[in-house]
């Protein structure tokens, strides 16, 4: 079983900077790979960005492609997701997730294993 905990979520006005916190369980962390999803009002969980076990590769969607960055620390057990110049549309609950087979397959949401979710929302 593989727990995950999110924190660093709150209001923030467009153009500003969070940083959100992931800390997994830590006989596991370094067996799953890691990622970020948000889902916003009325609308589906959508993927955010992902990270390979080894931390060696990253892959992220297009609406936040060179404004996040998602990165791992071993010693604290701790995925993170820097988020630079917000925008209104980035407003979502956003989740942690785990997968203990591959980025493809937590990319898919298949299988992973889930945080409870940090808000973040985005004021103009």
């Known amino acids: 079983q593989v727990q995950l905990v999110e924190s660093g979520g709150g209001s923030v006005q467009a153009g500003g900077s969070l940083r959100l916190s992931c800390v997994v369980s830590?006989?596991?962390?370094?067996?799953?790979?890691m990622g970020w999803f948000r889902q916003a009002s009325g609308k589906e969980r959508e993927f955010i960005a992902a990270?390979?076990?080894?931390?060696?590769?990253?892959s992220y969607a297009d609406s936040v492609k060179g404004r996040f960055t998602i990165s791992r620390d071993y010693a604290k057990n701790t995925v993170y997701l820097q988020m630079n110049s917000l925008k209104p549309e980035d407003t979502a609950v956003y989740y942690c997730?785990?997968?203990?087979?591959?980025?493809?397959?937590?990319?898919?949401?298949?299988?992973?294993?889930w945080g409870k979710g940090t808000l973040v929302t985005v004021s103009s």
């Open positions: 990270i390979s076990r080894s931390g060696g590769s990253t």
């Open positions: 997730a785990a997968n203990p087979q591959s980025v493809a397959l937590l990319a898919a949401n298949l299988r992973n294993y």
């Open positions: 830590a006989r596991t962390f370094s067996s799953v790979a």
